[in-house]
């Protein structure tokens, strides 16, 4: 717990919350939030607060995502869905630019327009982290990523402490969460009951802090922020996933030719779900197309997947030509490769990548699988199976 | 297309190409070309250091990178020498005298060939890996005074896929200069040698305490020409591989060129063999 | 027949070899040339003796049915030609093919056999040898096998 930012602690009633969404059309922010569509919670533009999936949580397991109806109305009462806000950050699609050639003329058009100034209403902090990792990727070296550069920049980050976790869940073990620490403008924690509906709020910028200034508002009791906190370590203590990430740069590094490698590409069917749904997978492929007068061509980049048999390919074959070595290099960067590159761990622990595999691979049992076969039997009393 | 932007230096984005117009395609054997740009508009060539490579675009087909093959203190054009293997490179080396390409870059790190000033270099190439090698020779050859002995070894799979026949030819009565070529398969009017590029270290005089090699040509030809270089005595700092993969983007976004942990495009594709060495014998990495 | 023993004895291929064998080999060693263009020796034919190249080079083919004749390996100064005389059936696998003008000192296969079944310290000396440019020949074919520079397509 941050004991220095108890006092600055304010309480929203529901209403006031609803008043949130408009300060924020006010300055300007196109406000991006949960809703329900397709049976999972999704982000997408909100309106108003009825938007939000008020009554709504998300069961999950390995290999399974269903919605339940709550028996109270908490709007952020789910863990997290398919969807992260790399969908905002770094979209699925995007031109990166159009070109007309007429003759022996060619010109090549930036495509980049302006992107509206978004907010991010109910960002967990596995997603923090999430955009932390990505931010390392895309922003931290020689070159910047214009296209998530643009979109990045100026975004304000409503972020919501997880009182509730999913059994898919291990951001205990990436510590990550569930409480948010950095990155926000504003951080929620919803105390919901019988008789009340409130909102204990933290101030994380001095964006944030404008922006909470502007909210009618009260500061919030001590018994309501010792509420607040007691939910979010009942969330911490909900968690029973665990992966142990000590020295698993070197374990998997060193267990290139583990035969557990075989046993997951036996049930693995490449089918890039875990990558698609990962809010830190950042790979892209770019694709051309032209019209049929042959004058206008366009770029486009897309997500693409180091599961597929293409991502690879140089003259004469794929390099990973074996599931087996594609879901190595997945894993194996994610926890291990991903370290050298970007200075952490590529996995922020929210399980996305557990609930949507369709075979219900789970990346914490593969690692301890791994780990559990090389651990000699004085050490294996350190295991946390 | 109103809100679009023409792309000028002020918002200078890696991933946009600029325009240049072929200038010369010259074929080198029956499926590779030498192709000579130049920038438009008037615009100069960003300088280059030998080993690096550019991403060349041709319109509505695709985006490729390519090696640069072509003489470092030529700056007002670009050279790279491509081997036609499918749809993209094929398209590229069908293009017309005056018509656009589009080109980013250069990316990626160059050969070190400032620590092998005083020194031999050492260059052992491999079918089209003698083109980003290419740029090294010219580099020694201009600065005669400043490298010690210039080695050239290459291997190609037949007498016909060999590249750049008449320089090497001009390169053997260089000072200093040694050129020994060999083939996979000589056919039997071939009078040179036979049998794969490590064959000719024997008669390469090699001093390797006081020499830089770099390679490049195909990964399992590099993987073994290191490993005899390293038994006949050079110390793996001292060997310099150029590696090749998938690269969608060249500045280390797109994540198709990791090679373990490092990426091709932009921590290399120039390496040294201690890091590459742990490396190189695993199998589907 | 002294300069003939100090050519072999100086040859690194015999380095460090005892001066007493070094004089066996002499007593099996003959000094020939080749015009360029002359087969050195052909496939199918008894092989009965090796050569320490002493100038020139040397083709080794194959002329496979149906398909044009392949050059495997040419072999230059310093280098040595023909092991098969070492083992049964002793006999060629392939056409050596003076490509140049060779000189070329021959030793005796058969009478080397003998003087190895006889001493056994000369026969494990000869043996190692033979055997480490065995090693280095097979590492080559394993990467002409390969087809390294191939484009992948068949």
Redesign the interface.
């Given at each position: 717990m941050d004991g220095a930012s108890v006092a600055e602690r304010s309480l929203l009633t529901l209403q006031q919350l609803e008043h949130l969404i408009l300060v924020l059309h006010r300055r300007g922010y196109e406000v991006i939030g949960p809703l329900v569509r397709d049976g999972a919670i999704v982000y997408d533009v909100v309106d108003r607060l009825s938007d939000l999936p008020a009554g709504w949580t998300d069961e999950q397991e390995a290999g399974r995502y269903r919605l339940q109806r709550r028996n109270d109305g908490a709007l952020f009462g789910y863990v997290v869905g398919p969807q992260s806000w790399k969908k905002y950050l770094h979209p699925g699609e995007v031109r990166?630019?159009?070109?007309e050639?007429h003759g022996?003329?060619?010109?090549?058009?930036?495509?980049?327009?302006t992107p509206p100034r978004r907010a991010f209403l109910g960002v967990r902090a596995c997603e923090l982290a999430a955009i932390a990792v990505q931010d390392r990727?895309?922003l931290g070296?020689?070159?910047r990523?214009?296209v998530y550069a643009s979109r990045r920049e100026g975004i304000f980050i409503v972020a919501v402490n997880c009182t509730q976790a999913a059994p898919t869940c291990f951001c205990t073990s990436m510590g990550t969460g569930p409480r948010v620490r950095s990155g926000y403008d504003l951080a929620l924690t919803e105390l919901v009951g019988p008789d009340k509906h409130e909102f204990v709020v933290e101030a994380g910028s001095e964006a944030g802090a404008e922006v909470s200034r502007e909210l009618a508002r009260a500061t919030a009791a001590e018994d309501v922020c010792q509420q607040a906190d007691a939910a979010v370590e009942r969330a911490a203590s909900q968690i029973k996933r665990r992966m142990d990430t000590t020295n698993i740069r070197e374990l998997l590094y060193s267990n290139?030719d583990h035969p557990r490698w075989d046993n997951v590409a036996q049930r693995c069917l490449t089918c890039a779900n875990c990558t698609m749904v990962c809010p830190t997978c950042?790979?892209?492929?770019?694709e051309?197309?032209?019209d049929i007068t042959?004058t206008h061509?366009q770029?486009w980049?897309k997500w693409?997947s180091?599961f597929t048999q293409n991502?690879?390919?140089?003259?004469?074959?794929s390099?990973?030509?074996?599931g087996?070595?594609r879901y190595?290099?997945w894993m194996t960067?994610k926890l291990a490769?991903w370290i050298?590159?970007f200075g952490s761990s590529g996995c922020v622990g929210c399980g996305r990548c557990i609930s949507w595999c369709p075979v219900g691979i789970d990346i914490t049992e593969e690692v301890r699988a791994i780990r559990e076969s090389t651990t000699s039997s004085k050490e294996s009393g350190h295991g946390n199976s | 297309m109103e809100e679009n932007k023409v792309a000028t230096a002020a918002n200078f984005d890696p991933m946009l190409p600029q325009p240049y117009s072929v200038l010369q395609v010259v074929k080198e054997t029956a499926d590779t070309f030498t192709l000579t740009l130049q920038a438009r508009n008037g615009a100069g060539t960003a300088p280059f250091e030998p080993g690096q490579f550019s991403m060349l675009w041709v319109f509505g087909v695709g985006e490729l990178p390519i090696s640069i093959s072509g003489d470092p203190s030529d700056l007002g054009r670009l050279v790279y020498t491509v081997r036609s293997v499918g749809e993209a490179t094929n398209s590229l080396v069908n293009r017309e005298v005056g018509e656009a390409i589009g080109v980013r870059g250069p990316f990626g790190t160059g050969w070190p060939i400032h620590q092998a000033e005083g020194r031999d270099v050492v260059v052992i190439a491999g079918g089209i890996g003698f083109a980003p090698l290419r740029p090294v020779i010219y580099e020694v050859l201009h600065n005669r005074k400043k490298y010690g002995r210039l080695v050239i070894l290459y291997g190609a799979r037949s007498p016909r896929e060999l590249l750049y026949r008449k320089e090497l030819a001009a390169w053997v009565r260089q000072n200093d200069t040694q050129v020994l070529v060999t083939v996979d398969y000589g056919g039997l009017s071939w009078r040179g040698h036979v049998g794969v590029v490590t064959t000719l270290f024997k008669y390469a005089r090699l001093q390797p305490a006081r020499s830089l090699a770099f390679t490049c040509g195909p990964e399992i030809m590099m993987r073994f020409a290191a490993r005899e270089l390293e038994n006949l005595g050079f110390a793996r700092e001292n060997i310099y591989l150029s590696m090749e993969r998938n690269m969608k983007c060249a500045v280390g976004f797109c994540g198709h060129c990791q090679y373990g942990p490092h990426f091709i495009c932009k921590d290399g594709p120039v390496f040294s063999y201690d890091k590459m060495r742990p490396l190189l014998e695993k199998y589907e990495l | 027949m002294e300069t003939l023993e100090r050519i072999i004895a100086e040859h690194p291929f015999f380095a460090g070899l005892d001066p007493y064998y070094i004089n066996l080999l002499t007593g099996c060693a003959a000094n020939v040339r080749f015009d360029s263009g002359t087969y050195i020796f052909k496939e199918g034919e008894e092989a009965n003796e090796f050569y320490l190249i002493r100038a020139g080079k040397v083709a080794l083919e194959i002329f496979p049915p149906q398909r044009k004749p392949i050059m495997l390996a040419t072999l230059g100064d310093g280098e040595i030609l023909g092991w098969s005389w070492l083992l049964p059936p002793y006999q060629w696998k392939c056409h050596a093919h003076a490509i140049e003008p060779v000189r070329a000192i021959a030793l005796d296969g058969k009478c080397l056999r003998g003087k190895c079944e006889q001493n056994h310290d000369l026969g494990y000396e000869l043996l190692k040898r033979f055997g480490q440019i065995m090693e280095l020949r097979l590492a080559a074919t394993l990467l002409q096998l390969v087809d390294v520079y191939s484009n992948g397509r068949k």
């Open positions: 990166l630019l159009a070109a050639r022996q003329t060619l010109r090549i058009l930036n495509n980049e327009t990727v895309l070296d020689r070159y990523d214009s290139f950042f790979c892209t492929t770019v051309d197309v032209s042959g061509a770029r980049r693409d180091c991502f690879s390919y140089i003259h004469g074959g390099v990973r030509s074996s087996k070595s190595r290099q960067h490769s050298d590159q | - | -």
